[in-house]
């Protein structure tokens, strides 16, 4: 059974920063490529950063770059979400979600999601 | 970035209803078109996936249709289960985008 369980979350002052994880089982987790999409509270969701199956390669949204770091553990399953300078805006769930295709980053459907990680930016 | 819009942005209707929701793309996408329904307080899932496949235990009241910049999700006989929030997203270029989301109420 595919597993994704998030954690690392939390209340966190603005400028800060955040690490979240995604321990992944059930799947070969070194051949796909993993995804973190986001969803502020009461809003709709938003695609954050994705990281290919081997971790040299990295994508971002344009309203994380810079600040976002999205790295990969493949001998420990794991998933990572580094957050810097954390914004107001940055509040919300994040999810870590599996494509249904081994390898490729476009072309698929998130088939798999955590049931994520709350991050509160407050003072 | 692909813009993907939604419409409508919520919608009230009854058991039995048949409801139609509609996601159009800024440029074409050819068939890279996802749908997610969304419960409260739960991680999205998947239900159609390249415009018009049907998610392996999905009903088969749910079904997708359309190419290059306009797409539909259709539910032929709303049942209680599916007031949920449905999104549709683009998986044809990064960033991959999602629909601003389509509320399904009860009326």
């Known amino acids: 059974e595919v597993q994704l369980l998030e954690s690392g979350g939390g209340l966190v002052q603005p400028g800060g920063s955040l690490r979240l994880s995604c321990a992944a089982s059930?799947?070969?987790?070194?051949?796909?490529?993993m995804s973190w999409v986001r969803q502020a509270p009461g809003k709709g969701l938003e695609w954050v950063s994705a990281?290919?199956?081997?971790?040299?390669?990295?994508y971002y949204a344009g309203s994380v770059k810079g600040r976002f770091t999205i790295s990969r553990d493949n001998s420990k399953n794991t998933l990572f979400l580094q957050i810097n300078s954390l914004r107001a805006e940055d509040t919300a769930v994040y999810y870590c979600?599996?494509?249904?295709?081994?390898?490729?980053?476009?072309?698929?459907?998130?088939?798999?999601w955590g049931q994520g990680s709350l991050v509160t930016v407050s003072s | 970035d692909i813009q993907m819009t939604q419409s409508p942005s919520s919608l009230s209707a009854s058991v039995g209803d048949r409801v139609t929701i509609t996601c159009r793309a800024s440029?074409?996408?050819?068939?890279?078109l996802n749908w997610y329904q969304q419960k409260p307080g739960k991680a999205p899932k998947s239900l159609i996936y390249?415009?018009?496949s049907l998610q392996s235990g999905v009903p088969s009241r749910f079904s997708g249709s359309g190419s290059g910049t306009d797409f539909t999700l259709i539910i032929s006989t709303l049942q209680p289960e599916d007031f949920a929030t449905y999104y549709c997203?683009?998986?044809?270029?990064?960033?991959?985008?999602f629909g601003q989301g389509t509320k399904v109420e009860i009326k």
């Open positions: 390249a415009a018009s």
């Open positions: 997203q683009q998986s044809y270029s990064t960033p991959q985008t």
């Open positions: 440029q074409s996408i050819s068939n890279y």
């Open positions: 990281i290919s199956a081997s971790g040299d390669t990295t």
């Open positions: 059930g799947f070969t987790f070194s051949s796909h490529v």
């Open positions: 979600a599996k494509p249904n295709l081994e390898y490729q980053l476009l072309s698929v459907y998130f088939d798999y």
